[in-house]
């Protein structure tokens, strides 16, 4: 049974960093591409960051030059890494994996999910 569990969620002021990390069990990963995706309340759930199986990377735009994904396959782990972060970044963050090897952007591309952790950006 894979299974996707996100910690390093927490309270940041705007302007700080955080590290988010994301644990595969069940299956190894080094042949899939993994997402990061947030859900801010009352908002649909949106793309953050993906990482393919060789390691090409995608960003939303508003996270671009700010969040860095990478990932250690012998660990199982995939990493978001947040600097500058700003109050609109506020969400839920959940990291999916894909059964294929290459990245995509869609929620519907994904096929495992996380539970989530609660990011919140504030003073």
């Known amino acids: 049974q894979v299974q996707l569990g996100e910690s390093g969620g927490g309270l940041v002021q705007p302007g700080g960093s955080m590290r988010l990390a994301c644990v595969v069990s069940?299956?190894?990963?080094?042949?899939?591409?993994v997402g990061w995706f947030r859900q801010a309340p009352g908002k649909e759930r949106e793309f953050v960051a993906a990482?393919?199986?060789?390691?090409?990377?995608d960003y939303l735009d508003s996270a671009k030059g700010r969040f860095t994904i990478s990932r250690d396959n012998a660990k199982n782990t995939v990493y978001l890494q947040m600097n500058g972060l700003k109050p609109e970044d506020t969400a839920v963050y959940y990291c999916?994996?894909?059964?294929?090897?290459?990245?995509?952007?869609?929620?519907?591309?994904?096929?495992?999910w996380g539970q989530g952790t609660q990011v919140t950006v504030s003073l």
């Open positions: 999916a994996l894909r059964a294929a090897a290459w990245l995509a952007t869609g929620t519907y591309d994904y096929d495992y």
């Open positions: 069940g299956r190894t990963f080094s042949s899939n591409a």
């Open positions: 990482i393919s199986w060789n390691y090409k990377t």
